[in-house]
């Protein structure tokens, strides 16, 4: 096992499936690895029409916090740890407390 964040290269191996057809491929990748509030939003934006967007969101968020940076799935990695915080603490998305 790996320590330390994903390496570049290292992404779900589902964005390479034949019929994969990734709303980001071909984009920036500057835009998804990016600490710009403008460039996170740029990159939530192109995900937000991706057949693979909930795939993504879900790979994310099973990864530990720590190993994925960047926008996966119209996800920030500030969004996957609020999401995660929010799992934890019994908390579901979408209801309020």
Request: charged share 30%; hydrophobic share 35%.
């Amino acid at each position: 096992m790996s320590t330390g964040p994903m390496k570049l290269g290292e992404f779900p191996a589902f964005l390479d499936e034949p019929d994969a057809d990734p709303a980001c491929r071909g984009q920036n990748t500057d835009l998804f690895f990016s600490d710009k509030p403008t460039d996170i939003d740029a990159a939530k934006a192109i995900c937000g029409d991706c057949p693979l967007r909930i795939r993504c969101r879900r790979w994310a968020i099973d990864q530990p916090t720590d190993k994925v940076y960047g926008v996966w799935g119209a996800t920030s990695h500030a969004d996957r740890k609020a999401i995660k915080r929010r799992k934890n603490s019994g908390r579901q998305l979408g209801v309020a407390a």
